[in-house]
């Protein structure tokens, strides 16, 4: 099973403030990484698929990097509707999840 | 735009099962591949499989195929997941989203607690 470590577990930022959160994986899963926005009580959203497209209908302050086993996501200049809960997710090797990255107001 | 709704909180008792509804409204949903994931308390994601809704092909996590089905009603544009021999480990929320690799569309969740 292919493992994903985000990091940091959480993330301090102030609205305006760019965010930089991490996924790792324990072995290469090329460019088969997405990454997802949780907020309580809402449906989870696709932000980000192959690594680096955007879903349909995400801004271009969000965005995805990285292959093999290191990723990055990027949001340039935080909203106050960015501050949430990130997964990381591979489908190189069956299907797994990162623990899970929270963006919190600083 | 897919829009998924699921059927509401559940309590139940260690060895029972549960049985969660995924409603779609889109007219497509015989081209849908419908996955189930859960969110345990403290836990990050966890993927529980997958179906194939036009032809009935499922794939389940191997910790729980032995546990779990998921089934489509194309009638009523519905998916529901059955778990069984319910343990407080399954306390979680499940979601239902369409994708079989990649998760497009998501339902709101449902909290399902296990508690004696």
């Known amino acids: 099973e292919i493992v994903l470590t985000q990091s940091p577990a959480t993330l301090s930022l102030s609205p305006g403030e760019g965010a930089t959160l991490s996924c790792r994986a324990s072995q290469s899963v090329g460019s088969d990484l997405a990454w997802y926005q949780l907020k309580p009580g809402q449906a989870p959203r696709l932000l980000i698929y192959d690594a680096s497209n955007r879903a349909t209908g995400i801004p271009a302050r969000v965005s995805g990097s990285g292959s093999g086993t290191n990723f990055t996501l990027t949001i340039s200049s935080l909203e106050p509707e960015d501050f949430a809960v990130y997964y990381c997710q591979q489908r190189n090797n069956w299907l797994t999840f990162g623990g899970g990255t929270k963006v919190e107001i600083k | 735009q897919v829009q998924l709704v699921q059927s509401g909180a559940e309590v139940k008792k260690p060895g029972s099962s549960v049985k969660v509804s995924c409603k779609s409204s889109?007219?497509?949903?015989?081209?849908?591949?419908i996955s189930w994931i859960r969110r345990a308390p403290g836990q990050g994601l966890e993927w529980m499989g997958s179906?194939?809704?036009?032809?009935?092909?499922?794939k389940y996590a191997q910790n729980l195929q032995d546990r779990m089905t998921i089934i489509a009603d194309l009638s009523t544009t519905t998916a529901y997941m059955e778990l069984s021999s319910l343990r407080s480990e399954d306390t979680a929320i499940y979601y239902c989203?369409?994708?079989?690799?990649?998760?497009?569309?998501w339902g709101q969740g449902t909290l399902v607690t296990v508690s004696s």
């Open positions: 179906l194939i809704a036009l032809h009935g092909i499922t």
């Open positions: 989203a369409v994708g079989g690799t990649y998760f497009d569309h």
């Open positions: 889109g007219d497509t949903f015989r081209t849908y591949t």
